[in-house]
């Protein structure tokens, strides 16, 4: 029943009240469906009792229509979603079997790199031969590899530049006969003698 006192305060508008958001999570929970009867639902939670039946039965009929689409929504766009995911994974396959688009950074061709870069191979050939010279190498796209080397260049000369502003900053601290103050064996307390 509505609540229908002269001095009572009016409800929140359905659009924005707690029973318009309850009711909408118990038909997205599966509770509450076409098929419940409306008197059934309204007699459900107090909340609901604010509202004269025949407005709650017609906000009920439209919200389980809206919550229907909103879920057909998301279903098309799960669908759609999946669909553009394969198209990618389709466009990234390439004709030659072998080749494989895994992370670069967790493959065996990075720990590879990093070995010929300690050898200083990065340095006498161009990327395109160093590329070239390891099957591991052309798993992955020449511009990933070259674009791999330039970051662990990169990689190594700001960590130096790091390590040297680190000291110029704070210098490693220097002992200073300052510091030290001798103490006679007199000056201990006779309890922390040994």
């Known amino acids: 029943m509505p609540n229908n006192n002269e001095g009572a305060p009016k409800p929140v508008p359905w659009a924005k009240s707690k029973a318009k958001e309850l009711l909408r999570n118990d038909i997205i929970l599966g509770k509450v469906n076409e098929r419940v009867n409306a008197q059934e639902v309204y007699l459900m939670r107090p909340q609901y009792k604010d509202y004269a039946m025949d407005k709650f039965r017609t906000n009920l009929g439209n ?50 790199l990093l070995v010929d870069m300690e050898l200083g191979l990065h340095k006498e050939m161009k990327p395109k031969e160093l590329w070239l010279s390891r099957q591991q190498y052309q798993a992955f796209e020449l511009e990933v590899f070259r674009k791999a080397i330039y970051a662990a260049v990169d990689k190594k000369d700001k960590m130096r530049f790091r390590m040297e502003m680190k000291k110029i900053r704070a210098p490693a601290p220097q002992p200073s006969s300052d510091d030290w103050v001798s103490v006679s064996h007199d000056d201990i307390p006779q309890g922390r003698r040994n």
């Open 63 to 112: 919200l389980i229509k809206a919550v229907r689409k909103d879920i057909e929504r998301m279903r098309k766009d799960c669908e759609a979603y999946g669909h553009d995911r394969a198209l990618l994974a389709e466009q990234r396959c390439d004709i030659d079997e072998s080749r494989t688009f895994n992370s670069w950074h967790q493959s065996e061709a990075s720990r590879e």
